[in-house]
């Protein structure tokens, strides 16, 4: 009898650990409590992007950003694509309350054990449709994302993180691998002189590598830095 009791036992403890790992909204709120350990942060970044027809130089510049939406990137002359690139679009993505949040299972990336959960917008003017997330739940992280828009195509997104002082993960490289439709290309992405846009016609894939680099995090910026124009 007792061994009964105690198999009944470890039978319940296995299945409420197993319910409390699985349980997507504890996963998301691991995320955002790592998230918004960052109240600002600066850094130098790197972008290089290789796109078939379009002929962009590897830019140099700064990035700054302040909690909880305020994000600029210095680069002068140069138009940023996809804005994926800045890494706060995960705060747009997790911090949408309008969602449903359903829990996939558990993976494998790059030989790392990772969680995979997806994101689905409840609100009917928001462009993203559905949102697919691979956690590392060990240092509560995202570790890859692919977004499904309605109108400006899918991107799937690869991180790699740094830890800042020994505290804080933060973005070390973010590569960005895009499927959208037709688009109209500044003349600082497509190195036309003649102040016209260029337009692509049917869908444009590529790649858009972010590389971070000399974070300052919780150091404080002056909100001056958002409202000033880039340097020509």
Known sequence: MKTKILISLSILILNLSNSYSQDPQKIIANIKKQLSSVKDFQANI????????????????KIYYK?????????????????????????DIIFDNNSTIVYVGKEELNKMPVTSIKIIPTDANNDLA????????SRNVVMKVETITKKNGTF????DYSNVEGKI??????????????????KTMSGDTSGKEKKKKGNTEGKVTFTYSNYIVNKGIDD?????????
């Open 169 to 186: 993960w933060m973005p070390s490289k973010v590569l960005v691998s895009l499927n959208v439709p037709e688009f109209s290309l500044p």
């Open 67 to 91: 909690a909880p939406n305020k994000t600029k990137i210095d680069i002068p002359g140069f138009a940023m694509l996809p804005k994926q690139g800045s890494g706060n679009f995960i705060n």
């Open 46 to 61: 790197n972008v290089k992007i290789d796109i078939s027809f379009l002929n962009a130089p590897e830019q140099n510049g």
């Open 130 to 137: 559905l949102a697919n997330l691979w956690v590392d739940e």
């Open 224 to 232: 001056k830095i958002f409202s000033t124009t880039l340097k020509k």
């Open 156 to 159: 799937m997104i690869f991180l």
